[in-house]
């Protein structure tokens, strides 16, 4: 075999000479495997890369991220200074505005003309370690006093430092314990509130414990109320008729009293009527007055025929022979009809499971300054007032025309059906006597005592607080009307949006819309980005 057609074994090398190498054509750089040439490493190193195209972008992508981290600290610190100075501009998206002050507190706050201190007895940042409701309170705190118009001041007291400041305040029970939260002060006049007046809280827990755990916020109502008392010149004087077993009235006396007016129990065997008073109550007594005191309380009313006095009467619910109070009733043309009202008029029931508890409807009288007269009173085991003289006498409080009287003793004879007069029943009634120089002497007579129980006066849903105290401010010519605050729970966390097309519209805008819309701009930079 010739060397020309020499076939080389794998083990086999060829053998080159340097003739052979000069003769060689020049040897291309090894590249990959397609045959592309490797860069060639470049000098200049670090300096280099600087000075290239991907430095300088990825200079300008952090210059930007940082200008943008910058704005966005700033306008956070802005934002915060802006909220502090400004506490309204917090937004509350809760369900029911818990961190929002409600329309009445910023009527009340906005219009007041005395300058009123808010002293909390605990530092501020004591406050917001108590837990989430007195984060609430304190937020409210702040709104409150930047609604006023700079008429209320807000003041943080560290008793501990200073116990010299409950000096200055005697007729406040410091050694009742640590139970104060706060204290309001306007010129001479003060008011202490404690913890349970301005939070709700679980009873049975705190009467098994000892601890409270907190429910709700009722600090609203607790300022306006305590600031409508220290702000109030002449108060009001109000004489509660005891001593005739009659049935607890403490909620409808703390009424009286939130909404600035003196209170004060008097028994008639062995005291005279206030000449101070303008009004005098007799709440639901299982016993009657004798003759004397039934003498006493229409020489009141006559007030040597000048008058500007009012009775409040509320019957008991159980049958109770009272020929002296009915009788006085008489000279006012009224008379408290036997037996309780029944409701069949299913709109008018609060439950379908008794007729005895309804709603009623408003007469034209004490109706026009009510804040809302669309929220009904509710009573419960009520006597018809049967008006006897229509000329001295009115109706306050109506049942519908299907109500009728079952009587104290019924037997199996009896047919409600023919009970029913056809006709509306008076749940309340007011007797009116006038002078000639117009001033006029009132008795008011409300069927059910227990339509001013604490339970019924604190469900929202009904009027009668601020019924009650609209009829009292109206004839004691006060501009202050009753104010009824709602407590704030925070047990919800939703957002405060219940319209159903409100609720379709964000559905679609932040489940659809903003991801979608997203995800197009994520795929059209990195399609641009691969494409360069």
Request: aromatic share 10%; with cysteine; proline share 3%.
């Amino acid at each position: 075999m010739n060397e020309e057609n020499k076939v080389l074994t794998p083990n086999e090398t060829p053998e080159t000479t340097v003739e052979d190498t000069k003769e060689t054509a020049p040897v291309k750089d090894a590249g990959d495997k397609k045959g592309n040439k490797k860069p060639k490493k470049k000098k200049g190193g670090f300096k280099a890369f600087l000075k290239s195209r991907k430095a300088r972008h990825g200079s300008l992508a952090i210059v930007i991220v940082a200008v943008v981290v910058a704005i966005v600290i700033v306008l956070n610190v802005i934002c915060g200074l802006l909220v502090d100075r400004f506490p309204d501009l917090k937004l509350d998206l809760t369900a029911n505005k818990s961190f929002a002050l409600q329309d009445d507190t910023i009527d009340y706050v906005s219009h007041l003309n005395k300058d009123v201190t808010l002293n909390i007895l605990m530092p501020e940042n004591e406050v917001e370690n108590q837990g989430t409701y007195f984060i609430q309170a304190k937020n409210l705190l702040d709104k409150i006093k930047s609604n006023s118009n700079g008429k209320i001041d807000l003041k943080y007291i560290d008793l501990t430092s200073t116990p010299t400041f409950t000096s200055n305040y005697p007729n406040v029970d410091w050694n009742g314990g640590n139970n104060y939260f706060m204290l309001v002060e306007c010129g001479k006049q003060y008011k202490a509130l404690k913890v349970d007046e301005c939070f709700e809280y679980d009873e049975q827990a705190y009467s098994y414990y000892g601890q409270y755990q907190f429910t709700g916020t009722t600090i609203e109502q607790a300022i306006v109320t305590a600031i409508l008392n220290v702000t109030a010149d002449d108060k009001v004087v109000v004489d509660m008729i005891k001593g005739n077993n009659e049935q607890d009235y403490s909620a409808i006396k703390t009424l009286l009293e939130n909404n600035a007016y003196e209170v004060n129990e008097i028994s008639l065997v062995t005291q005279d009527i206030d000449d101070k008073a303008e009004f005098i109550m007799i709440y639901a007594p299982s016993v009657d007055l004798d003759e004397s005191a039934v003498d006493k309380i229409s020489k009141w009313l006559d007030n040597d025929g000048k008058y500007g006095r009012t009775l409040i009467y509320v019957p008991c619910a159980d049958k109770v022979d009272t020929p002296n109070i009915d009788a006085l009733l008489d000279q006012w043309g009224m008379q408290v009809d036997g037996g309780y009202v029944f409701e069949t008029n299913t709109d008018y029931l609060i439950s379908n499971s008794s007729a005895f508890a309804f709603i009623t409807d408003y007469s034209d009288y004490y109706k026009d300054n009510l804040k809302n007269s669309k929220i009904p009173v509710a009573v419960s085991d009520a006597h018809d007032i049967i008006i006897k003289d229509s000329e001295m006498a009115h109706s306050l409080l109506t049942t519908s025309d299907k109500a009728g009287v079952q009587p104290y003793d019924v037997d199996e004879e009896w047919n409600y059906q023919d009970a029913i007069k056809g006709e509306p029943l008076n749940i309340a009634a007011e007797g009116v006597k006038t002078n000639n120089d117009e001033k006029s002497s009132r008795v008011l007579v409300f069927g059910s005592y227990a339509m001013f129980s604490e339970v019924i006066m604190s469900y929202n849903s009904f009027n009668n607080s601020a019924y009650f105290m609209n009829v009292v401010n109206t004839i004691a010519d006060k501009d202050d009307t009753g104010i009824t605050i709602e407590s704030k729970s925070l047990e919800s966390a939703e957002l405060g949006v219940t319209d159903v097309t409100t609720q379709s519209v964000m559905i679609a805008i932040f489940v659809f819309i903003l991801p979608a819309a997203i995800l197009a701009a994520g795929l059209i930079v990195w399609l641009r980005r691969r494409n360069r």
